[in-house]
């Protein structure tokens, strides 16, 4: 078992079961983007190893132990591998375990904590023991200036990765590594060291998450013992990379299709369970005073996972009464996308759909804001100004809250007037906002993708998306092969498009007489 496999497992219990035992068939290739992020890692890993020179090493436990054994302050790569064993009884009566050294073995892990205690054992008895054997490459490994174990150097886990600030599983990853050092070094560090994105070293205390990490490798186990792979929730904010994301909706869709509805969070599910709300059809015709007495479900979002129901099993859109305005038109409208790469920090496309009304015909432009470079950022964001600054008094359609707040970093972070950005933002309508306001639709996620693609719009480059948008602009600063940016160009347009289609359908499905429910008003949260 490799300790990846455990990290997998703290981020999806279904992700290693699937990559174990998933049919391979249903396997999605790896997204460009995730490739893209490794290569990023393992230049980053590059970077640190030139600015702290150290002995690198080969995999294996043999050629770790003799750099150790020569004192080298810093060790580079190499792959660690030992058995962790804990008390099987342990393991049925308390989530608080302690993971032992083998009991041939003379290496004792010391105590951190009364949380790290296992369970008495009557006078006499043997504890049982199980066992499992676990590997984990290794980033970085530093000597410890101030301990020796049998007057051997101690040398605690570093670990290199993309992020911006330290997070719960790289934390989790440097205390199974710390436990598995505690093997061969006869001493389980107390800290460890992330390097971040930033370069800068952020120490970390391992105490607090050996308990946690103990009952995840436990519960990791547990669940590879299983016939059929867990339940999960799916989250599409967590789930969009993953190449088993297709087959985890089928298994949903079979299984727990009420989780695939829109406004099911996580926290939701269980309080629907909870009451016997197990299906679509049996939230759609519910009572709602009954679902509304669902304690901290709320009155309105209980109105509102009904209204979102009965719109699935429908199949039709559900308007609402009281349309909170009618969507603004003019002689000249524009749409507005803007794709940006957070890897360099950039805005680097900002796309307007010019449509102008001439006599009975409308005629549609697109127009590119590009940064072909992340330092021509303020002269992309300059051309789009000029660009708005033509139509004064035309509507700005985009969709969701993205090109709101990257307009206003863009004007803070190129010093633009203050009163300028203000007044663009007043011509800004958030058609995101206004479905929410105005219609439930019997789809799975209320992203434009979703929701243009149910009207019948289709993308030119099928499988586009953000990270693809991210992964074109990285290629092509690394390449200089402009087709990806002529891919991204073309995903930006019909992104723009889309809004377009987005907003002339709700126009005419504004003007119809909506059915009898409730004011959108009293729903608030949809």
């Keep these: ?35 893209q992020w490794r290569r990023d890692r393992q230049a980053l890993q590059a970077t640190v190893l030139e600015r702290f020179p150290g002995e690198q090493v080969a995999p294996g436990n043999e050629a770790l132990l003799a750099a150790m054994a020569a004192g080298a302050e810093r060790i580079y790569g190499g792959q660690i591998v030992a058995e962790l064993f804990w008390e099987a009884e342990a393991e049925l009566a308390s989530s608080e375990v302690a993971l032992a050294p083998s009991p041939e073995t003379e290496v004792e892990l010391p105590e951190d904590g009364s949380t790290n205690k296992t369970p008495a054992l009557p006078p006499g008895a043997v504890p049982e023991f199980r066992s499992v054997w676990v590997s984990s490459s290794l980033d970085l490994l530093i000597r410890d200036p101030a301990l020796r174990s049998q007057d051997r150097p101690v040398y605690l886990p570093v670990h290199i990765r993309l992020g911006k600030r330290p997070k719960p599983e790289y934390e989790l990853l440097l205390a199974l590594q710390a436990e598995l050092l505690g093997s061969l070094q006869g001493q389980v560090p107390k800290c460890g060291f992330l390097i971040l994105k930033d370069g800068k070293w952020h120490l970390v205390h391992l105490s607090r998450r050996r308990t946690q990490v103990r009952r995840l490798l436990q ?51 269980p309080l629907l369970q909870e009451a016997g709300i197990h299906s679509i059809e049996a939230l759609a015709n519910a009572r709602l005073e009954m679902l509304q007495a669902i304690p901290k479900l709320g009155a309105g979002v209980a109105l509102q996972l009904q209204l979102q129901a009965r719109a699935t099993l429908s199949r039709k859109p559900l308007w609402l009464q009281s349309p909170p305005q009618a969507l603004p038109t003019a002689p000249v409208e524009l749409y507005f996308d803007i794709e940006a790469d957070p890897r360099h920090n950039v805005a680097y496309l900002l796309g307007l759909l010019v449509v102008e009304q001439a006599e009975e015909n409308k005629v549609v432009n697109y127009y590119s804001c590009l940064a072909a470079e992340p330092r021509e950022e303020g002269q992309a964001w300059q051309q789009f100004l000029q660009l708005v600054q033509r139509y004064p008094e035309a509507p700005i359609y985009h969709f969701h809250s993205f090109e709101v707040q990257t307009c206003r970093r863009l004007g803070e972070q190129h010093q633009t007037d203050p009163r300028e950005v203000r007044q663009l933002l007043k011509r800004f309508v958030d058609l995101h906002s206004w479905v929410q306001r105005s219609v439930v639709l019997p789809i799975e996620s209320y992203s434009l993708k979703n929701i243009a693609r149910w009207l019948g719009f289709k993308w030119r480059l099928p499988e586009g998306s953000g990270a693809h948008s991210i992964y074109w602009y990285s290629q092509w600063l690394e390449t200089r092969d402009r087709r990806y940016l002529e891919q991204s160009l073309i995903y930006n347009e019909d992104d723009c498009r889309a809004t377009y289609c987005l907003k002339n359908w709700l126009s005419q499905g504004s003007v119809l007489a909506p059915v009898d429910g409730p004011s959108p008003d009293t729903w608030a949260g949809h």
């Design 219 to 269: 519960d990791y186990l547990h669940s590879l013992e299983q016939a059929e792979p867990p339940q999960v929730f799916m989250a599409r904010s967590r789930c969009h990379l993953c190449h088993w994301r297709e087959h985890c909706r089928q298994l949903n869709a079979v299984a727990q299709p009420l989780s695939l509805l829109p406004g099911v969070t996580g926290s939701r599910y």
């Design 1 to 35: 078992m490799d300790t990846e496999e455990v990290l997998a497992f703290f981020r999806c219990r279904r992700l290693p079961y699937l990559d174990r035992f998933g049919p391979q068939e249903a396997k999605l290739p790896t997204e460009n983007l995730l490739e």
